[in-house]
Structure formats: C-alpha cells, structure tokens
C-alpha cells in the first residue's frame, strides 16, 4: 500500500511529462483537433486500422502464424462477411454519428482546447473512472436485452449475427445501440471532467479493447492475461459469449459478471456447443 501510494504520488507530481506533448498538438494540428468531427475520425481510424491485421490473419485461415490461438478454428470469416461488418460501420456513422455531431456542435458548441495539459495521474485516474463507469452502464444494458426479447430482435441481434466474432464484427451494431454507446461516450468523460487528451487516449484504448474482445484469437500477450486476477474478460470471454449468449456481458472488465454469476472463462464444452 505504501508503494502504490508513492507511485501515486510520483504521477501526481509529474505535471510536465505530457505538456510538450499537448503543445505540439496545439500549436501544429490545432485546426484538426480542435475539429468536432476529431473524436468520430479518432475512434473510427483506430477500429479500421486495429483490426486490419487479424482480418489479414482470418484470410490467411489455417496458413495464419497465430492460428493456433484461434479460438474456433472451425469457423471462418469469409470476404463477404468482412465487406458485410465493415459496411454495417460506415453506414452508421454516415447516417447517424456524423448528423449527430453537427446537431451537437450547433446546439452546444464545444468550449476551447485548454492551454494546460493534464498530469499523468490526471489522464489515468480520469480514464479509469470513465471505464469503470461505462463497463457498468453497458453491462446492465446489455443484460436487460439478452433478457428481453423484444429489445433483443430490434436493438442488439445484428451484433449477434455471428457465432465466431471476428475484428470487423466489432461495430456490426444497431444504430440505436451504437448511439447509445456512443452517448455513454460522450457524456461519462464530461461527468468527469476530463481533459481533452485524457479523452483521446481513452478514446484509442477502448476501440483497441473493443477490436482485441471480437478478434476471435486468445493471444498470450493480450490485455486479458496480462492483468493480474483475471480483471478483464478479453477475447475468451467475449468469444464465448457470442456462443453461449447468456454470459459475459460486461464489454471491459469481469467483476460484474462474477457478481451476477454470469461468468464463464474456460473454453466452451461439449455441454456448451450442444446447448447451442
């Protein structure tokens, strides 16, 4: 305890480490940042460029360095469902997202880039908190529309389409959930008053853990089993849930899902695949 404390402490003492940083952003990509379309070009790069390598690796099959990570090496994405997946995401934020930023930026225009940049203890603990507070929301939701089948036809059985999740899968979304998620977005980071680039990084490493949950390979060095104690579910549990629906509906971390004895975190079994 007193070592993470120290730790702490150090961080919070650190107010310099990211201001050259944010300086540079502001005084040569200003017009981009500061943009309020940045945060939907941000998050949408980052799902298309993250999730290029394992659509690379799906192609390639069996031939894949990894495929023996893959998780149900008996099922593989096609072309068709790829073109599907990623077209589903395009059209959202065609239709939808970019429509909902100007609506947004015209009724409540975004205030001023601050000049400051956070401390490092600022973006983590700020980010934290944003993770924590959104694997609850979308737990809940998520949970109320497994159990109910009315809200699950309409709302999220697109993202069900698919037993074996692969990286484009991962916004093959309703546009009502996909607003929804993004609303949590938006509002969780003000609720918290973050920085800007607390909100950006946030921003990056959420898509990351949204691709890593819905590759379809259980990789040694992911997320999920680098963090002690099991604390994050990673793409096991998400893989599993695709297949047995009634588990693992926290989107990040696994303390809901125990809680609600909905966990599971072992390869599905022959029980399992028969109840499918």
């Known amino acids: ?26 005084s040569q990509h200003n017009s981009l940042v500061s943009s309020p379309f940045f945060p939907v070009l941000l998050a949408f790069s980052c799902y298309f460029i993250f999730s290029i390598p394992f659509a690379i690796l799906d192609v390639l099959g069996e031939r894949a360095p990894l495929f023996e990570y893959k998780i149900q090496k008996q099922r593989h994405p096609t072309i068709g469902m790829m073109l599907r997946t990623l077209g589903t995401a395009v059209y959202n934020h065609l239709v939808f997202v970019l429509p909902a930023v100007v609506i947004t930026n015209v009724v409540m225009p975004a ?93 990056v490493f959420s898509i990351w853990m949204s691709v890593e949950d819905h590759i379809g390979y ?29 588990s693992n509906f926290a989107p990040f971390f696994s303390h809901w899902a125990r809680l609600f004895g909905t966990a599971i975190t072992v390869k599905p079994t022959k029980k399992i695949e028969d109840e499918k």
């Not at 120290?6 to 201001?19: H, I, M, R």
């Not at 694997?135 to 036809?153: C, E, I, M, P, S």
């Open 1 to 26: 305890m007193a070592q993470f404390k120290k730790f702490t402490d150090s961080l919070k003492q650190n107010d310099w480490l990211l201001q050259p940083l944010w300086d540079y952003l502001l």
């Open 111 to 203: 205030p001023p880039l601050p000049v400051v940049a956070p401390t490092v203890w600022e973006l983590i603990s700020g980010a934290l908190g944003v993770l924590l507070v959104f694997d609850t929301q979308y737990f809940f939701w998520h949970l109320v529309h497994h159990k109910n089948t009315h809200l699950y036809r309409w709302v999220h059985a697109i993202h069900h389409d698919y037993i074996s999740p692969f990286s484009w899968s991962t916004q093959h979304l309703s546009a009502v959930e996909l607003m929804t998620v993004g609303f949590w977005s938006n509002i969780d980071p003000i609720l918290f008053k973050c920085h800007p680039l607390t909100i950006w990084t946030l921003s």
């Open 218 to 246: 259980d990789l040694p060095y992911s997320p999920g089993h680098l963090v002690p104690f099991g604390l994050l579910g990673g793409a096991m549990a998400h893989d599993i849930h695709h297949q047995k629906p009634s």
